[in-house]
């Protein structure tokens, strides 16, 4: 199976170039042979609208750049991936762009065949051109409904083409993608459903509905968790001077303790917790706001900024000790033995940490 992935990201560092290269491994391990083709290194101009394809020029654009070659690999291609970052609730311009310029692939008649009753364009190469589409799309928000209108369209778009919607792998929150230190499970099983849908298109001709929700699967446990990473997140690229740069976002999210601290709230094992009610006092100390406490009842676990008046245990470290043990680098209780980390209070309670706070 030839399989065309067409990415939309102006950026290769960018999450939409990551989930793409994915979803190209896992095609290439199936036995299929895939083409990457980034828009953002090709020259694709905006249709102009001129129609001379369909009046003048019998399927071929008035235009002389890179679609001279993408619409033929598009034409030999048994299934074309769309991969696009959510720019205002659509496709990236870039990508908009590839496929008004497809319409050389069309003739200026109406096609009324279609099962679905909707009419269309009648193709040019009707026994050419692929028979399965799939969509990739990462957008930041956490809403998957925010992703309703660019699924419609690609839906319409499949129905234009005559070609099967074979999935929509869509990626919501995109940016915490980023938070591995704090969600590593979550991370590897998004990942794995982006390479196991390449495999998949390849040996079942379609992405499994399984696969398709694992792509989808929520970073965050709660919209507050969700706002509060977002707020973090963009502070930091704000403080940042330059153009946006993920790597150097993916080390100053890893270390900071905003992000970190509700993070081993929010991976809290309510089976662990039964019915344990408990505040754990993370006493930072230099921090001038005492650090976080986490109250946990009813089997759940919430973070909070400051000291709390009557902790159960406190756990007394520095912010980097800290940052160190959330990302499991060093043994808490070798720590303890050093004078690291000061314990006090009901120790047990310190003991069981690792069990109620499972992080891989």
Same mark, same amino acid.
């Given at each position: 199976?030839? =399989?065309?992935?067409?990415?939309?990201?102006?950026?290769?560092?960018?999450?939409?170039?990551?989930?793409?290269?994915?979803?190209?491994?896992?095609?290439? #391990?199936?036995?299929?042979?895939?083409?990457? $083709?980034?828009?953002?290194?090709?020259?694709?101009?905006?249709?102009?609208?001129?129609?001379?394809?369909?009046?003048?020029?019998?399927?071929?654009?008035?235009?002389?750049?890179?679609?001279?070659?993408l619409?033929?690999?598009?034409?030999?291609?048994?299934?074309?991936?769309?991969?696009?970052?959510?720019?205002?609730?659509s496709?990236?311009?870039?990508?908009?762009?590839?496929?008004?310029?497809?319409?050389?692939?069309?003739?200026p008649?109406?096609?009324?065949?279609?099962?679905?009753?909707?009419?269309?364009?009648?193709?040019?190469?009707?026994?050419r051109?692929?028979?399965?589409?799939?969509?990739?799309?990462?957008?930041?928000?956490?809403?998957?409904?925010?992703?309703?209108?660019? $699924?419609?369209?690609?839906?319409? =778009?499949?129905?234009?083409?005559?070609?099967?919607?074979?999935?929509?792998?869509?990626?919501?929150?995109?940016?915490?993608?980023?938070?591995?230190?704090?969600?590593?499970?979550?991370?590897?099983?998004?990942?794995?459903?982006?390479?196991?849908?390449?495999?998949?298109?390849?040996?079942?001709?379609?992405?499994?509905?399984?696969?398709?929700?694992?792509?989808?699967?929520?970073?965050?446990?709660?919209?507050?968790?969700?706002?509060?990473?977002?707020?973090?997140?963009?502070?930091?690229?704000?403080?940042?001077?330059?153009?946006?740069?993920?790597?150097?976002?993916?080390?100053a999210?890893?270390?900071?303790?905003?992000i970190?601290?509700?993070?081993?709230?929010?991976?809290?094992?309510?089976?662990?917790?039964?019915?344990?009610?408990?505040? =754990?006092?993370?006493? $930072?100390?230099?921090?001038?706001?005492?650090?976080?406490?986490?109250?946990?009842?009813? #089997?759940?676990?919430?973070?909070?900024?400051?000291?709390?008046?009557?902790?159960?245990?406190?756990?007394?470290?520095?912010?980097?000790?800290? $940052?160190?043990?959330?990302?499991q680098?060093?043994?808490?209780?070798?720590?303890v033995?050093?004078?690291?980390?000061?314990?006090?209070g009901?120790?047990?309670?310190f003991?069981?940490?690792?069990?109620?706070?499972?992080?891989?």
């Amino acid at each position: 199976m030839r =399989i065309l992935v067409i990415s939309g990201a102006p950026r290769r560092d960018g999450y939409t170039e990551e989930l793409a290269r994915l979803f190209a491994e896992g095609v290439s #391990g199936a036995g299929g042979e895939v083409e990457l $083709v980034r828009l953002a290194e090709r020259d694709v101009r905006p249709c102009r609208g001129c129609f001379a394809c369909w009046t003048r020029l019998d399927g071929r654009c008035a235009q002389r750049d890179d679609m001279d070659e993408l619409i033929p690999r598009t034409l030999a291609s048994d299934a074309l991936v769309l991969a696009t970052p959510v720019y205002y609730y659509s496709f990236s311009a870039l990508l908009k762009a590839f496929l008004e310029r497809l319409l050389p692939t069309s003739l200026p008649f109406v096609d009324t065949s279609s099962p679905s009753g909707m009419e269309r364009n009648t193709r040019r190469f009707p026994d050419r051109g692929p028979k399965r589409a799939v969509l990739i799309a990462a957008g930041a928000h956490r809403d998957p409904r925010l992703m309703e209108g660019l $699924v419609r369209t690609f839906e319409t =778009i499949c129905h234009g083409i005559s070609a099967e919607r074979a999935g929509a792998l869509l990626r919501p929150e995109s940016f915490v993608m980023d938070f591995d230190a704090g969600k590593p499970v979550a991370g590897r099983k998004v990942r794995a459903a982006f390479t196991a849908a390449g495999r998949e298109l390849v040996t079942e001709g379609r992405v499994s509905a399984r696969t398709e929700e694992d792509a989808s699967t929520p970073f965050t446990r709660d919209l507050a968790l969700f706002e509060g990473h977002a707020r973090t997140y963009w502070e930091l690229a704000r403080g940042r001077e330059g153009a946006f740069d993920r790597a150097s976002l993916r080390d100053a999210t890893a270390a900071d303790l905003r992000i970190l601290v509700p993070e081993l709230a929010a991976s809290l094992d309510p089976s662990a917790a039964g019915d344990l009610e408990a505040v =754990i006092q993370l006493d $930072v100390t230099d921090d001038p706001d005492g650090g976080y406490h986490l109250l946990i009842a009813r #089997g759940r676990c919430a973070a909070h900024k400051g000291r709390h008046e009557r902790p159960d245990t406190t756990l007394s470290l520095d912010a980097g000790e800290l $940052v160190k043990l959330l990302h499991q680098k060093i043994d808490a209780r070798a720590a303890v033995a050093l004078g690291r980390i000061v314990v006090d209070g009901d120790r047990s309670l310190f003991v069981r940490m690792g069990r109620l706070f499972p992080r891989s």
